[in-house]
């Protein structure tokens, strides 16, 4: 049985968290190190450019790993996108593979592993729930998982990836270029990143109007 703890005990305890910067800082403040991150959106909502986004600032610390099961490493979008966002100034840190379930529990336990993963999507990843919850939660706890999933209007578009939003720490929706954050850990602006300006503003009139 384990034992209980008290008030000191539980303050006592040492808590990672990633250094975040500037916009990142102030939607989601410092994240915890080993938490789960679900990010949904509808296509051409700007949800692959947030989640590359995300992908660099962990990057800037942290040897993250890119699973884009959904486009592939040779799919001219992804590729785009890796040089349209920069993510030569993370070169050193920033890895991508199209890993299979199979393949990447078999990475995962290799000497240095990444300390982030992203897996995008889930429905390309995930065949069921308990799958999803051996490998983010019982297995490799102190990995970050940034897990990518589609929408049915404001909602996850099926019961595993509904399954996967109500587990995870940090729920983002993504919609016009604009990621809001409904987790547990909002910043100072209210958890509001704006991921592509000129687009988020072009819509944001066009609705206004």
Not at 8 to 34: C, L, M, S, V, W
Request: glycine content about 8%; proline content about 3%.
């Amino acid at each position: 049985m384990k034992k209980v703890l008290g008030v000191g005990n539980i303050t006592n305890q040492k808590i990672r968290r990633i250094k975040f910067n500037n916009q990142f800082y102030d939607a989601f403040k410092n994240p915890q190190e080993g938490i789960v991150w679900f990010v949904w959106g509808n296509s051409g909502s700007g949800k692959s450019s947030f989640t590359m986004q995300l992908a660099k600032q962990y990057a800037k610390s942290e040897k993250t790993l890119y699973a884009p099961l959904e486009e592939g490493v040779d799919n001219a979008d992804f590729i785009e996108r890796v040089e349209y966002l920069e993510m030569i100034d993370v070169k050193s840190n920033f890895f991508a593979q199209e890993y299979k379930y199979e393949e990447l529990e078999e990475y995962l336990e290799k000497r240095n592993p990444p300390k982030v993963v992203v897996i995008d999507s889930a429905k390309y990843f995930f065949k069921t729930f308990q799958q999803y919850k051996d490998l983010c939660r019982n297995k490799n706890k102190a990995t970050t998982f940034i897990i990518t999933g589609h929408a049915e209007g404001n909602h996850p578009s099926s019961q595993l990836e509904k399954d996967i939003k109500y587990d995870a720490n940090q729920k983002v929706f993504v919609s016009g270029y604009l990621a809001k954050c409904q987790g547990r850990t909002v910043g100072p602006n209210g958890g509001d990143f704006i991921i592509y300006k000129d687009g988020y503003e072009k819509l944001k009139g066009s609705i206004q109007k």
